[in-house]
């Protein structure tokens, strides 16, 4: 069974940064694309950001970009999303989805909550 588990969530002031965790765990063959998403009450979820298994290829929101980052820790199944500059409208849950298998299943992470509010 894969498991997807996010933490590092929370509340932080406009401007401040947070580092929010994902790992990936369980019977997983050939993990390949990790990524971000985040879904705001009465909004859809959106993408945040999403990188590939080698890294290479790295695809940012346009409300993300020059304020995030997504390194990915290979060794560990773990993808972290550094947060910089956060404001208050980057308030929603952060859900973390992989891809995994020749056949590219999905499997997503139950979310964290991250609150920009001063």
């Known amino acids: 069974q894969v498991q997807v588990v996010e933490s590092g969530g929370g509340l932080v002031q406009p401007g401040g940064s947070l580092r929010l965790s994902c790992l990936a765990s369980g019977s997983i063959f050939r993990l390949s694309a990790m990524g971000w998403y985040r879904q705001a009450p009465g909004k859809q979820r959106e993408l945040v950001a999403d990188i590939s298994s080698g890294g290479s290829i790295i695809n940012y929101a346009d409300s993300a970009k020059g304020r995030f980052t997504i390194p990915r820790d290979n060794a560990k199944n773990k993808v972290y999303l550094q947060m910089n500059g956060l404001r208050p409208e980057d308030t929603a849950v952060y859900f973390c989805?992989?891809?995994?298998?020749?056949?590219?299943?999905?499997?997503w992470g139950q979310g964290t909550q991250v609150n920009v509010s001063s």
């Open positions: 989805k992989i891809r995994y298998g020749i056949e590219q299943y999905e499997t």
